[in-house]
């Protein structure tokens, strides 16, 4: 059975960058598709479909997960580790989006299966542009596997 794969999956804990994300995601990748969860547990239980999200289908996975890693209740690198640790899951593309610039923290997200990291830009215009080409490249350019269950 082959999976449905559409949308984005943003893990974003700061409302600031949660709305210009979704703006721009919507405005200029034409996507609507976009699932917001606040902290990593949440979006565990969104991806393994548990807790509030047990009626979704856990085949329905996005195109790309946007993760930021400072998040409440479980940590951006946690929730990587446990995508790739599930055989659903794993090959689901997972951007790092954080303010840390830090060697160490881009280093780990790499090392723990990150397909990308890019550092949140401060300006409200160079957010707007990365978050622009972001969407670009992984919903229109990327071509991703045929995940299969």
């Not at 949440?42 to 400072?70: C, K, Q, T």
């Not at 990587?80 to 997972?94: F, G, Q, S, Y």
């Not at 780990?108 to 542009?129: H, I, R």
Request: with cysteine; aromatic share 6%; hydrophobic share 40%.
């Amino acid at each position: 059975m082959t999976p449905n794969r559409s949308g984005v999956l943003l893990v974003e804990d700061d409302p600031n960058d949660e709305f210009l994300t979704c703006r721009v995601l919507n405005k200029e990748a034409s996507l609507t598709d976009v699932v917001v969860c606040r902290d990593g547990a949440e979006a565990l239980d969104y991806l393994f479909a548990r807790g509030a999200y047990s009626g979704r289908n856990v085949l329905d996975l996005p195109l790309v997960i946007l993760l930021d890693l400072n998040l409440p209740k479980i940590g951006g690198l946690d929730v990587l580790k446990a995508i790739r640790a599930d055989e659903r899951t794993r090959l689901v593309p997972v951007v790092i989006m954080s303010s840390s610039s830090e060697e160490g923290d881009r280093l780990v997200g790499y090392q723990n299966g990150a397909n990308s990291y890019v550092v949140k830009p401060v300006l409200v215009d160079q957010f707007t542009e990365a978050v622009k080409q972001l969407g670009l490249y992984w919903l229109m350019v990327n071509v991703s596997p045929n995940i299969r269950s």
